[in-house]
Every structure is written in structure tokens, then in C-alpha cells.
């Protein structure tokens, strides 16, 4: 399990999806249902691990699979 921080953002490609935008500059496609943690600007400290055989739309970044998240 890995532990990320940074900023939660919306990006509108292709119908919309959510981001990680790390303290580290990598950016991350979030998979995660609990929608308290998808607000645009939000800063965050999640829980999970790199998706590997994820497929996603927006190819910005790895997924990251949300396990758990605080406001941080």
C-alpha cells in the first residue's frame, strides 16, 4: 500500500474524470467511488496502490486505486 498527498482535480477529457495531482508532480487517474473525496482543489492524503492493469480514458498517469483518504 502506498501513501500519496496532494490535489484532488477534475479533468473534463473525454466526459470528465478525477486526478491526483501529487505533492511529488506526478499525476494520478483516481478510481474511487466516495464521492467526499472528488471535490475539485481538495487537498488530500489517500491510501491504495497503482492500478497496473487499469485502462483508463485520460491516460494522464497511472491509476490509483483509493483504499481510503482525509483531507490533508
Known amino acids: 500500500m502506498a501513501t500519496l498527498r496532494g490535489t484532488v482535480r477534475k479533468n473534463d477529457l473525454e466526459g470528465g474524470f478525477w486526478e491526483l495531482h501529487a ?3 506526478q499525476h494520478y487517474q483516481l478510481q474511487s467511488s466516495d ?5 475539485d482543489g481538495q487537498k488530500v ?3 491504495g ?4 492493469g487499469a485502462m483508463g480514458l485520460g491516460m494522464t498517469g497511472p491509476t ?3 483504499k481510503s483518504w482525509r483531507k490533508g
Open 23 to 25: 505533492d511529488d508532480g
Open 45 to 47: 492524503e489517500v491510501d
Open 49 to 52: 496502490a497503482v492500478d497496473k
Open 64 to 66: 490509483f486505486a483509493v
Open 35 to 39: 464521492k467526499g473525496l472528488l471535490v
